[in-house]
């Protein structure tokens, strides 16, 4: 079993909807969760993190972290077109300096 | 700060051939690492490095060399190339351990003929 699993996508959702992006984990030691945004031909860029359990919320994203099930959500409200990118949740291995990436959803906001 | 820099954005190399690809960053991060990406693959660690002169293998490491010997660069090396190493490779550079941000290059898109 992997580390971290992510559903490839690709996601396309007229734009307005609200989208939904997942990823579970196995290691129950994980406390900090990231999701990081690509948009085509560029390098990731850091878009939100939590620590432990909850939820937190920036503009129209929201990150969720549901530790009893090891799964963790990234929502997007009022999805725009320049929202098209990859998503990729990222989990810091503990203790040590190595992250884990998912796979990456391809995300496709119709306009 | 230009952050962090690769070059070149591009290169095609044949069988056997060797090169390096350069990274650079201007953050005095101490920890760089060095992924590649491929279709349905996702980010996968070459090679890291959590300081000048400290190296490490990553989950893929074979075929692939580094050093750090400045705190800026940190530059992979291809051996012998193989058409498995067709993929973007990325340099990541971050102040520290834990939870901190992962500043990424643009990336270097290699082809191996």
């Known amino acids: 079993q992997k580390e971290v699993e992510q559903d490839p996508g690709p996601l396309s959702v007229p734009e307005g909807a609200i989208v939904s992006l997942n990823c579970t984990y196995s290691n129950s030691a994980f406390q900090y969760f990231m999701w990081y945004r690509q948009y085509s031909r560029k390098g990731p860029e850091l878009l939100m993190y939590t620590y432990s359990s909850g939820n937190k919320e920036d503009g129209r994203f929201t990150a969720q972290v549901d530790k009893s099930s090891k799964y963790i959500s990234l929502f997007i409200r009022d999805s725009q077109p320049s929202d098209s990118a990859t998503y990729l949740c990222?989990?810091?291995?503990?203790?040590?300096?190595?992250?884990?990436f998912g796979t990456g959803t391809r995300l496709k906001v119709l306009a | 700060n230009a952050g962090v820099t690769q070059t070149p954005k591009f290169q095609v190399l044949k069988t056997g051939q060797s090169m390096t690809l350069q990274c650079a960053q201007d953050m005095n991060h101490e920890y760089m690492s060095w992924y590649r990406q491929d279709p349905g693959m996702g980010l996968r660690l070459i090679h890291y490095s959590v300081g000048a002169g400290i190296t490490d293998q990553g989950e893929v490491p074979n075929g692939y060399n580094v050093s750090r010997s400045t705190t800026e660069d940190f530059p992979l090396r291809l051996l012998s190339a193989a058409p498995s190493q067709t993929s973007v490779y990325f340099c990541a550079s971050m102040l520290g351990g834990g939870a901190n941000e992962q500043y990424f290059g643009p990336g270097t898109r290699l082809t191996v003929t």
């Open positions: 990222a989990i810091p291995g503990a203790g040590t300096y190595k992250y884990i």
